[in-house]
Nanobody
Framework: QVHLVESGGGLVQPGGSLRLSCIVPGNIFNVNAMAWFRQAPGKQREMVARSARDRSTRYAASVKGRFTISRDNAKNTVNLQMNSLKPEDTAVYYC?????????WGQGTQVTVSS
């Protein structure tokens, strides 16, 4: 059973930036679109960004223009560059395939945006 491992979270002031990373086993990375999700306290988990194998991307309206998802095919990693962070971006961030596989959910990485 494989759980993905996310990294790069932390505490940042409003307007700041963070870069999240997720290493994905090659057998999963090479055949799936990958996505970043987040779950804020008391809210359902939501997809914030998606990257297909052809690197086409899609974003939630709330993060479009501020977040950038990318995939490094040489390193089997999917990254999320987050700029102009807002307090409402505070959440635990997870990566998974775009149609999430239950067994892949990891611990996530906490992002807290606060002054």
């Amino acid at each position: 059973q494989v759980h993905l491992v996310e990294s790069g979270g932390g505490l940042v002031q409003p307007g700041g930036s963070l870069r999240l990373s997720c290493i994905v086993p090659g057998n999963i990375f090479n055949v799936n679109a990958m996505a970043w999700f987040r779950q804020a306290p008391g809210k359902q988990r939501e997809m914030v960004a998606r990257s297909a194998r052809d690197r086409s991307t899609r974003y939630a309206a709330s993060v479009k223009g501020r977040f950038t998802i990318s995939r490094d095919n040489a390193k089997n990693t999917v990254n999320l560059q987050m700029n102009s962070l807002k307090p409402e971006d505070t959440a635990v961030y997870y990566c998974n395939t775009d149609s999430p596989l239950e067994d892949l959910w990891g611990q996530g990485t906490q992002v807290t945006v606060s002054s």
